[in-house]
T-cell receptor, first 114, second 114 residues
């Protein structure tokens, strides 16, 4: 089955710096890769997703890149702000396959210092 | 549209008891998936229901069960509770089958087993 590895587990940056979180997946059939942000005591919120027919996707300060050959995808946050502090989870699944569940990475705790 | 709702938000039970958690999906969504979130294991898939049928199941013991009603609301039941069942239980809804669509999470039910 699918396995998703996420690094680093913790990341501390200064406000205004960039943050990068990386994930690798094992199942070449996976074709959908969402990223969720979970603030303390709150639900995971979808912040960006990418499908395997696209190499990069941007939404304001957030971007995700996908390398299908290497089976890895990354989240890039530019000009970080204190409100970006949260746990970020990557996930993978195969859209259109029989197994619809998301396989999650273990999460990255991002701290943005003012 | 209202988001995914879950009740109750907090529960305290003792070992050996059983518990039922409820999830109401976003209006119009037909798929509900359940996940268990713990600090050690992260987010793990329990099962998915679509059109009142269980479509997919994760690697959890038979003590964990669920169902879905005709209005797409879903319940999850855990019998003979163990200390290790203490976790945040999240449900996620999607418009179509989870294998085809983006999932949106509810706020979770925090279960503590004493």
């Amino acid at each position: 089955g699918e396995n998703v590895e996420q690094h680093p587990s913790t990341l501390s940056v200064q406000e205004g710096d960039s943050a990068v979180i990386k994930c690798t997946y094992s199942d070449s059939a996976s074709n959908y890769f969402p990223w969720y942000k979970q603030e303390l005591g709150k639900r995971p919120q979808l912040i960006i997703d990418i499908r395997s027919n696209v190499g990069e996707k941007k939404d304001q300060r957030i971007a995700v890149t996908l390398n299908k050959t290497a089976k890895h995808f990354s989240l890039h946050i530019t000009e970080t702000q204190p409100e970006d502090s949260a746990v970020y989870f990557c996930a993978a699944k195969s859209i259109g396959g029989s197994q619809g569940n998301l396989i999650f990475g273990k999460g990255t705790k991002l701290s943005v210092k003012p | 549209k209202a988001g995914v709702t879950q009740t109750p938000r907090y529960l305290i039970k003792t070992r050996g008891q059983q518990v039922t958690l409820s999830c109401s999906p976003i209006s119009g969504h037909r798929s509900v998936s359940w996940y268990q979130q713990t600090p050690g294991q992260g987010l793990q898939f329990l099962f998915e229901y679509f059109s009142e049928t269980q479509r997919n199941k994760g690697n959890f013991p038979g003590r964990f069960s669920g169902r879905q009603f005709s209005n797409s609301r879903s319940e999850m039941n855990v019998s003979t509770l163990e200390l290790g069942d203490s976790a945040l239980y999240l449900c996620a809804s999607s418009l179509e089958q989870a294998s085809r669509d983006t999932q949106y999470f509810g706020p979770g039910t925090r279960l503590t087993v004493l």
